[in-house]
């Protein structure tokens, strides 16, 4: 292999936490590439276009750079502006638009093999969040173009009978924003009510349409059945059919288990299928790889977030360096 491809460290995901990552690696002065399927932050340039963060700006900052917002609470854009500036600032070696299909490991040793290229790295970082995957609905009609696992703004749905399956804080901001933008919001929740975790300044917002009747909502149900211009639901009065246009599943995402799998890390036997890592190194069952960011949660996907696991990058790195790698 020519030694340009032979790296002290190969980061998978150019997420605010593999940036992080780059960062500390660079500064700690070890050879490191971050290897990213899509565009830079792919995840969060695919969030709504009108989101606003839940985190102040100072908290989604890495590398020492500010982030300066107009409001206290960043938006989409300003994110994405902020993760180039930084980029920029730092000069990291990032390949953008390559997938990483498979890492086999040997003695600490890992081959990387991508969609354009293959790699030797001496340590590998799995920064490869959650949003790539989202939970099927599993129902007849999913297939439809009128179903949609993502949601990007609201004009599309003006005038629209929608369906919004959830009740978490994508589900309530889809429902509450396509209302306001004028389509006609049908929320079907498996539970008997808005979920307790959803923003404490949004959750009276969401109840209050509810019980007015601005917004449907049947609770203890769920969408049984998908056609071209109904759905039929499940409710605890009996099943309904119902005029519907559109279906936007808000119902959350998972990681790429699979590749973590087929990357050899191990995981717990618990309800949120959990990696197997040392919580103190983040180190893998597998020697010299490491996971970092939201993936280190599992199925619990609001357990890591950009807030609480940018310190992954320092403690990884830390790492390493201890191991003089
Ligand atoms: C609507 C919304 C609002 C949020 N607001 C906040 C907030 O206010 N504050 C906060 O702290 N967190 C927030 N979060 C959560 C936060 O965005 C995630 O926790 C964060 O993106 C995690 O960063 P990450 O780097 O671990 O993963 P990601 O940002 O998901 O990055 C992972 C990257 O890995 C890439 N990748 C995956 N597989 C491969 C592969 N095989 N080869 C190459 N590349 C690969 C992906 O394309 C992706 O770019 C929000 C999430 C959502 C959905």
């Not at 989604?60 to 502006?81: Q, T, Y």
């Not at 007849?140 to 990007?152: C, I, M, T």
């Not at 929740?189 to 808005?194: D, L």
């Not at 149900?221 to 056609?227: N, T």
């Amino acid at each position: 292999m020519p030694l340009e491809n032979l790296y002290d460290v190969v980061i998978i995901g150019a997420g605010p936490i593999g940036l992080a990552c780059g960062i500390e690696a660079k500064k700690a002065g070890l050879k490191y590439l971050i290897i990213e399927k899509g565009c830079l932050v792919n995840s969060l340039y695919h969030y709504p276009l009108n989101m606003t963060f839940f985190s102040t700006s100072e908290r989604l900052e890495i590398g020492d750079v500010p982030f300066i917002s107009h409001g206290p609470k960043p938006n989409r854009a300003e994110s994405l502006e902020y993760y180039r500036r930084v980029c920029a600032t730092w000069n990291l070696n990032i390949k953008l638009y390559e997938k990483v299909e498979s890492v086999i490991s040997e003695d600490g040793n890992h081959s990387v093999t991508t969609s354009k290229g293959n790699y030797n790295a001496q340590a590998i970082i799995l920064s490869l969040g959650f949003y790539d995957l989202p939970y099927p609905l599993n129902v007849p009609g999913e297939e439809l173009p009128k179903v949609k696992h993502y949601y990007d703004e609201p004009h599309p749905y003006f005038g629209q009978n929608i369906i919004v399956v959830g009740a978490a804080n994508s589900a309530v901001d889809v429902a509450l924003e396509t209302y306001r933008k004028g389509a006609n919001v049908t929320m079907v929740v498996r539970e008997p009510s808005i979920l307790d975790t959803v923003k404490y300044w949004v959750k009276p917002d969401i109840e209050n349409r509810i019980m007015e009747g601005s917004i449907k909502a049947y609770f203890n149900s769920e969408v049984l059945e998908i056609g071209t211009s109904s759905a039929k639901i499940k409710t605890p009065a009996g099943e309904l059919v119902i005029e519907n246009d559109f279906v936007l599943a808000m119902t959350g995402y998972q990681p790429p288990f699979e590749f973590m799998e087929s990357c050899g890390v191990k995981f717990q036997d618990d309800q949120f299928h959990t990696p197997i890592y040392n919580e103190r190194t983040m180190e893998t069952n597998v020697k010299n790889l490491y996971l970092a960011g939201v993936v280190c949660g599992g199925l619990k996907t609001n357990k890591w977030f950009i807030e609480n696991s940018r310190v992954h990058a320092e403690i990884i790195i830390n790492h390493l360096k201890e191991a003089a790698i």
